[in-house]
């Protein structure tokens, strides 16, 4: 499903301020996979994440997607197929909207709609509900 090959991504190189973010970093996940990524502060890992999700190009390596070389393409083609979701409640998300409605603009994102919310029914809320009680944090009762 998933898989980075020798990914490195080096900030500002040449300069005083270089910092070297990822170094050659390679793994594969499959359908169904679920991993965990951990680290101090500054290891790397949202800059692995944004990597894979296309918000800056890599100065090497390969991202694969479902057999399907992304590396070149653009974020805005990448998220139709990869969501992120931001540490910080504020950072791509809309505060201002239910936990419902967050769910269904990613949902709902590439789909050609006049109204996104008016595509949301008894499926997709169950199947929100369900996404969320897998979390076991309560959020399945809180999406309104």
Do not use: H
């Amino acid at each position: 499903m998933l898989e980075l090959r020798n990914v490195s991504k080096t900030f500002l190189p040449g300069t005083v301020n270089e910092r070297k973010a990822l170094e050659s970093v390679s793994f594969r996940m499959d359908d169904g996979e679920f991993i965990t990524i951990i680290g101090s502060n500054g290891a790397g890992k949202s800059t692995l994440l944004s990597a894979i999700a296309g918000a800056f190009p890599t100065d090497s390596g390969q991202v694969i997607l479902d057999g399907e070389d992304i590396t070149s393409v653009p974020e805005y083609r990448r998220s139709r197929s990869i969501g992120r979701l931001f540490q910080d409640p504020l950072s791509g998300t809309a505060p201002g909207l239910t936990i419902e409605e967050n769910m269904a603009l990613v949902y709902l994102q590439g789909k050609k709609t006049a109204n996104a919310f008016s595509r949301i029914g008894k499926k997709e809320r169950e199947m929100f509900r369900d996404r969320l009680r897998s979390l076991d944090l309560g959020l399945e009762d809180r999406l309104e």
